[in-house]
């Protein structure tokens, strides 16, 4: 069964006592347990991070990773490294990593392979551009994302899977998509599931909305079917805005 989840993508903000604090307000608030909860400090502050949140419902994730399992890649953090500190979520794909650090599709289906190698979890990100939604070619961009970055996994390897679909356009621009418009991007993604991979995996796996998500637009766009949770950037760096948002869940 698909699981309702929201993560919350600190980016590079957050120093090693800012990261502290905001992850006690957010325990403090008791965020629901039925949805999984899911921060995302800078690498810096993963091992802390871990220890502050044993024995509660949130799941520390990494924001990225190297392909390689090890070498010379000066400044590269590797798969080993993450589980070594009980870091078992990667987020990938993220659209600032594929614009800024030029990671493309291909890229991105090694670092999945290295990822699902070792039993992570990916939360796989991807989503098109402006540009893409004017012409009418963003179902296009992102059926060539997921066919290019996941589809070749196996079967098993897809309880591993979150999808993360974030439109680059919607996110930290404070315009969101529409409930309607990431219900119908949604449920596009799910058939292109049935269709490629297989109904149970179509049905099981969760897909989260992504871009400008903030405590009083939640709940409308959680609402929709085909909407499982969201991965946050800007409101999860407050700990009312963050639990608000996951409370927009139940
Ligand atoms: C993100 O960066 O993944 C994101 C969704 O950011 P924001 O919520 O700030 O739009």
Known sequence: ???????????????????????????????????????????????????????????????????????????????????????????????????????????????????????????????????DRQTGSHFEVVERQLREGLFHISESDWSNIVLAYEPVWAIGTGETASPEQAQEMHEFIRTLLRNNIGSKIAEDTSILYGGSVKPDNASEIFSKPDVDGGLIGGASLKADDFVGIIKGMA
């Open 1 to 131: 069964m698909r699981k309702k989840i929201v993560a919350g993508n600190w980016k590079m903000n957050n120093d090693a006592a800012q990261a502290e604090a905001l992850i006690d307000a957010i325990i403090n608030k008791k965020p629901d347990t039925s949805t999984k909860v899911v921060i995302a400090p800078p690498f810096v502050s993963l091992q802390a991070a871990v220890a502050q949140t044993r024995g509660t419902n949130i799941i520390v994730a990494a924001q990225n990773m190297h392909q390689a399992e090890n070498g010379a890649y000066t400044g590269e953090i590797s798969v080993n490294m993450l589980k070594g500190i009980n870091v078992n979520t990667v987020i990938l794909g993220h659209s600032e990593r594929r614009a800024y650090f030029g990671e493309t599709n291909a890229l991105l289906a090694e670092k999945v392979n290295t990822a699902l190698n070792h039993n992570l979890t990916v939360i796989f990100c991807f989503g098109e551009e402006l540009a």
